[in-house]
């Protein structure tokens, strides 16, 4: 990341990004710190599958990576054990699960807690889990979209930080929809991790806030300008999340 002439800047956050497969909302952060758009760099990456094409990114940035092959392992929790072991080496402020397909335990997220995001293909709390295209497609759905929300050890049921909606076309199948709610996914993520980093949304496990007020609903992206609104919901009173 550079620093124009004269001017200083804080320490960038570190990520650590865990991934399963393609890897390309890695590949969306990787861009997005190289252009200076988010105060962070990535510092690690992680893979539980040897053969996931996101390593690539990884090598093509000079970014040290590794494999936990969660195959080697004989229960969830020695994986996890071993790799909160493995994500502690990279000392991260954040970590950053980008298709990273494990249920993850309870007590491994309770390691991270308000210090790991998750990407969701849906509108949460809408279609939680897999397949959500073609859920929202068969229920009729006319708009569908991405959600990042903070790990809870309930399956994709953080509380939501930030989401971009994509209108539902009539002929749309699952994937021609996979493939347009991925490119909101790609400007959706950095923007809210660049959020987390710079302190503007922060959660210690209780009360979600933005910039200091309590936020009951999530920020949403325009997905034409690229703008940032937020729910009338927030002049409502706090109540705990989570």
């Not at 991270?112 to 397949?131: A, C, E, Q, V």
Request: hydrophobic share 40%.
């Amino acid at each position: 990341m550079s620093v124009p002439a004269g001017q200083s800047a804080a320490t960038p956050k570190r990520l650590v990004v865990l991934i399963s497969g393609r890897g390309s909302n890695l590949g969306a952060l990787i861009e997005a710190s190289e252009q200076d758009r988010i105060p962070a760099q990535v510092v690690g990456v992680i893979s539980n599958r040897p053969d996931a094409a996101g390593l690539g990114f990884a090598e093509q940035h000079h970014i040290p990576h590794r494999v936990l092959n969660h195959r080697d392992y004989p229960s969830r929790e020695a994986f996890d054990a071993d790799l909160a072991t493995a994500i502690e080496d990279y000392a991260p402020d954040l970590v950053i699960l980008a298709g990273f397909m494990r249920i993850l335990t309870p007590g491994f997220v309770d390691r991270f807690t308000g210090r790991m995001l998750n990407i969701h293909p849906s509108l949460l709390p809408k279609y939680r889990g897999l397949d959500t295209h073609a859920r929202a497609l068969a229920d009729g759905e006319p708009e569908h979209g991405a959600s990042v929300h903070f790990v809870t050890p309930e399956l994709d049921g953080g509380p939501v930080i930030m989401q971009a909606r994509v209108p539902v076309d009539p002929n749309d199948t699952p994937d021609t929809l996979a493939a347009r709610v991925q490119r909101a996914e790609h400007r959706l993520y950095p923007e809210a991790v660049r959020r987390v980093c710079s302190g503007e949304i922060q959660w210690s496990g209780r009360i979600l806030q933005a910039d200091g007020s309590p936020l009951e609903a999530p920020l949403q992206l325009d997905e034409d300008t690229h703008d940032v609104s937020g729910p009338d919901a927030r002049s409502r009173p706090p109540h705990p999340v989570g």
